[in-house]
């Protein structure tokens, strides 16, 4: 697969106890964008945040969180993207979902072996 420039980048804010249908919500998005033939998807795990409860979820000792801050970043052609949207839909029920474009410089994968 060939990505280079114009792309979209869709970024997913969500907490990390987020589930659906009983497994984590980051593992369901990215099992669904590798369905839907995206060119990738990363999980990033935060260490602090807040979002529109205003409530602050932080990793340090004295205040473990269960729900740390996680972003689910995807990268692929704005039509691929667009039409991945309905999905997200489907499986977030609180969080944050943001589009913006950007300009793809190099994707390479790993050769086959």
Do not use: C, N
């Amino acid at each position: 697969m060939t990505l280079e420039g114009t792309a979209t980048r869709v970024t997913i804010f969500v907490g990390e106890s987020d589930q659906w249908q009983h497994r984590p919500l980051y593992t369901e998005i990215v099992h669904r964008a590798h369905r839907a033939g995206l060119a990738g998807a990363t999980v990033l795990r935060g260490v602090e945040g807040f979002g529109a409860s205003s409530r602050i979820h932080t990793s340090r000792l004295l205040s473990l969180s269960q729900d740390l801050p996680v972003v689910i970043v995807i990268v692929d052609t704005a039509e691929k993207v667009r039409a991945f949207l309905p999905e997200l839909d489907e499986v977030v029920g609180e969080g944050l979902v943001i589009l913006d474009e950007v300009e793809v410089i190099r994707y390479v994968g790993r050769s086959q072996q």
